[in-house]
């Protein structure tokens, strides 16, 4: 298992990911081209990759214009080995040290994604979209996680 920063040319395999999970889905792949995930890497964040045998078996990006989370997805192939938690925490890692601004995520209700934040230290603080769970995180928040987790 390596985990890394994503490049350019992970962007196919990060699209097979995005599409193939069986919740949180896209109703149409065309919502998120291809220049969306590099503008959210490269311009607005930083994403990460979990690579197996050189395939990507999971990605998550960090989004720091609007202080947010874009995404987090794995293969359902590659579920409950703890690929997830990993790229969660680089990701989050790397958040703190260019802001301290909270970050927030939407993620839909009675999925695994939900079990996942909340388990993960995550402030359920409202709705976000079309009926969505908003969460949070602060600074302070990830740093009583992380000193408590040593």
């Not at 149409?28 to 969306?36: M, N, S, Y």
């Not at 908003?134 to 740093?143: L, Y």
Request: with cysteine; glycine share 6%.
């Amino acid at each position: 298992m390596i985990f890394r920063e994503a490049t350019i040319e992970d962007i196919p395999q990060i699209q097979i990911v995005r599409n193939s999970v069986t919740e949180n889905t896209l109703s149409d792949p065309a919502l998120v081209p291809d220049k969306d995930c590099e503008e959210f890497m490269f311009v607005r964040g930083k994403g990460w990759v979990c690579e197996i045998d050189k395939q990507i078996t999971g990605f998550a990006i960090a989004d720091l214009k609007e202080n947010n989370i874009w995404a987090l997805f794995l293969l359902p192939a590659f579920e409950k080995q703890g690929i997830g938690k990993r790229l969660h925490d680089m990701m989050i890692d790397w958040y703190f040290t260019q802001t301290k601004d909270n970050v927030w995520l939407g993620t839909s209700p009675n999925t695994r994604a939900e079990r996942f934040y909340r388990k993960a230290g995550w402030k359920e603080i409202g709705t976000h979209g079309k009926g969505e769970i908003k969460f949070e995180m602060s600074f302070d928040e990830w740093a009583a996680l992380k000193k408590s987790n040593i």
